[in-house]
């Protein structure tokens, strides 16, 4: 029997959701940005976990600064929310607190992983204007890099699967 | 001086300036005359430049103003999407009609092409059967050709977009991925349309009917290919229902696909 799981990323715009997943179902990585409209879904199974076959049905949602605006039957029944934001454009983790405290309350028992992506992108993850920032995100990762992007979902997977 | 001199002096005394004007008219009416008919000269050779030139325009109009007016046609279009709409339909309604009454053609000319094979096992069988069961030829042929044929069966997880399980005579598509983007579909759907609790119950795709079937926590989604009237419609929904009841209404979800594909593998329903 194969398990699926209904993982959905979510975030601002262009902080490279699509790119995230891309990297991890097919490895594969692009600089042209191809703005999601929608949704758009993959799937990848995973190897066996914990004695189960394990599918990811992956939910890449359009960029949005406020996640009230989502269709909300896109949210429902995840099981693993990925909040992602752009580390170099700082507009993009703005308002972290504020939605992954939404997402917190409207879904208390949804997994969440906040991610920093395009770490590639600046000199020194350890400058002290990152700390704050850093201190509250579960992940640093780089689609172009591929840095920490089957970690992710390696342990999203293991985490589900108890 | 004779009687009648003077009255004829007299007379161009009192006469002399009307005449004048007189033979300035007489003058002016030539001179128009010629004009006039110098124009009726004219338009005879220059009407059929006119006329050359006003086609050759009339061809160019799409070349030249096509643009124009597109731009045009969009902006009106843009700004007043109702009046469009309420424009269209009816021409819309009609085309479909149209295009029904075709298809109603084609599918008699094809009974009557089969009805003319006289010699094929088939009609022979059918012949037969016409005679046992009392059912005009006509009847059976309409039955064979517009049978419905139940392609996918999915009962997806409502809230998830997860499939439970899935009945499937291709083994082409994922259906994982067929269930999300369904599931997707149908809340962006129910989402834009928002009329009270009105949810999606048929997507139309090609030549498939997609029928939408909701339970509380899941929905079936049936693709079926063929004539999907009320009558199927009525019958599929009995046996979903049924189905449901056997085998969702309690207890793990175990093994449903297997008892989907035993359910549904005669196409009769
Ligand atoms: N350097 C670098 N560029 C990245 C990285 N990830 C994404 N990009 C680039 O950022 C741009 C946007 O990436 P997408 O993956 O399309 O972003 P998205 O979040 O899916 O965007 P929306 O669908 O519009 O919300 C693209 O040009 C990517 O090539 C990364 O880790 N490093
Ligand atoms: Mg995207």
Redesign the interface.
Known sequence: MTTSKKIVLLGHFGVGKTSIIRKFVTNEFSSDYKVTIGVHILKKEMPVTNGEDVSLIIWDLEGTDNIDLINKAYLLGTHCFIYVYDISRPLTFSNLEENVLKLKEKFPKTLLKTVANKIDLIDDVNDEKYKDTLQKTDYTSSAKTGENIADLFDSITKALVI | MPESNKLRQLKELLLHEDRDEIALLQAKIKTLESILEKQEQLASRIDPIIDKKLAQYTKDIPEKLGPTITESLKNEIANSKDAVVDALFPIIGKMIKKYIQQEFKILSDKINAQLQKSFSLKNWTRKFKSKVSGIDEENLIIQELAKTEIHEIFII???????IANFSKAKTI?K??IS??L??I???V??AFKTGNDSLELIEYGLYNIHIQNFNSYYFAVVAHGVFDSAYKGKLEYELLNFAEKHLAKGPK?NISIKLAEFFNNDDL
Do not use: H, Q, Y
């Open positions: 997880e409502k809230n998830s977009g997860i499939l994922d994982d991925v999300a983007m599931t997707a149908k809340s962006f129910e989402d175990k």
